[in-house]
């Protein structure tokens, strides 16, 4: 055999002999365990802070205002906030008490009168015709008297209405009419801010609607970033109503009361929506995980620390961890080890080297 071909020959087998090597050599790997739990990932939306009982009130009669209270003016419940000219009303009540006086009277009348009559007609000294006629006066009488105590009645009430006083602790946002005015009944008075009891408001996209329900807690802040104001609020209700537009729906949480802290109605604040896994989930490091082409996979290290590959479908994730599922044969449990160093050329069957973390 000539020189050139043994050295030629030479070459492939070294080259044969190193590729051999490094397919077959034991590769160095860092593995962490796989863990099977829910899963609680967020995400982070806008919410607006609102009053839970804010109100506008309204005028319960017609008339003149005498006195509505100042923008700004903190309140108790029961108040005054609102106060009209009554002397329209106490008129009228004076009106319809001298009614019932006169129907009272004119009960009497008739009551005695009735008597009379009956006692006439069993001696056939009066006809039934008059005995019926002064009957039905009689009944007219107690009726008259029957409306007119109804009638004092809605005064007493318009009376109570001229009157409008806070139903719960709160500020004055808002004055739409001043004093001196004639308004009319339903007329928009005041607002009045619920500035004890603060809810915040959130539209949520509705393919989350599933994670949504009564009780769970939203963190909530705002303010400066470096030194941001934080809290907890409370889901109070959700609504499944869809906006068309936006794909979304409302959610109403409640914020505790707070002293420390100042929050302000109408203050736009971020919420994290925390979205947990209804049972548990194969969690593994991010990675792990090996893209390529044909698919994402994982190297499962056995006890013999040989390397697996396992192809899986990836899920939902939150910081470091993320769910996978394998969508072929081989069983992936939680505890079993994963490479998450050293892996992107590792084959099966290849031999490891496992490695602890640093």
Excluded at 93 to 119: D, G, P, V
Excluded at 329 to 342: F, H, P, Q, S
Aim: glycine share 6%.
């Amino acid at each position: 055999m000539n020189t050139p071909f043994r050295k030629l020959t030479a070459r492939f087998c070294a080259l044969f002999s190193l590729i051999a090597f490094n397919a077959f050599a034991v590769v160095p790997v860092t593995v962490e365990t796989v863990t099977q739990a829910p899963l609680t990932s967020e995400i982070e939306v806008s919410g607006t802070l609102y009053g839970k009982d804010d109100v506008t009130l309204t005028a319960g009669v017609s008339g003149r205002l005498l006195y509505v209270v100042e923008p700004g003016t903190l309140v108790k419940s029961g108040d005054t906030l609102v106060r009209m000219d009554t002397l329209p009303l106490e008129l009228e009540k004076a009106r319809q008490q001298e009614m019932l006086n006169r129907a009272k009277i004119n009960l009497r009348l008739y009551q005695q009168e009735l008597a009379r009559l009956q006692k006439l007609a069993k001696a056939s000294s009066a006809a039934a015709s008059q005995v019926d006629d002064m009957q039905n006066k009689h009944d007219l009488a107690l009726s008259d008297i029957a409306l007119a105590k109804v009638e004092l009645k809605v005064i007493d009430d318009q009376l109570s209405r001229a009157t409008v006083r806070a139903p719960f602790d709160g500020v004055i946002s808002e004055r739409f009419k001043r004093a001196g005015r004639e308004i009319n009944r339903a007329d928009e008075l005041v607002t009045l801010l619920d500035i004890n009891n603060l809810e915040v408001r959130l539209y949520v996209p509705v393919k989350y609607l599933k994670f949504l329900h009564k009780g769970i807690e939203l963190p909530i802040q705002a303010g400066d970033l470096s030194a941001p104001d934080m809290t907890t609020a409370t889901v109070t209700a959700v609504i499944p109503s869809t906006d068309p537009r936006s794909q979304t729906v409302e959610v109403r949480a409640l914020l505790p009361n707070d002293a420390e802290q100042t929050w302000a109605i109408g203050q736009l604040v971020d919420v994290a929506v925390p979205l947990k896994s209804k049972g548990d989930v194969l969690l593994v490091n991010r990675d792990a995980l090996i893209l390529r082409k044909k698919g994402t996979h994982i190297v499962k290290i056995d006890n013999d620390n040989k390397a697996l590959q396992i192809p899986v479908k990836v899920g939902n994730g939150k910081d470091k961890l993320v769910e996978v599922t394998p969508t072929s044969n081989i069983t992936l449990n939680a505890g079993d080890k994963v490479a998450v160093r050293g892996a992107e050329q590792l084959q099966t069957g290849q031999e490891v080297e496992v490695q602890v973390k640093q």
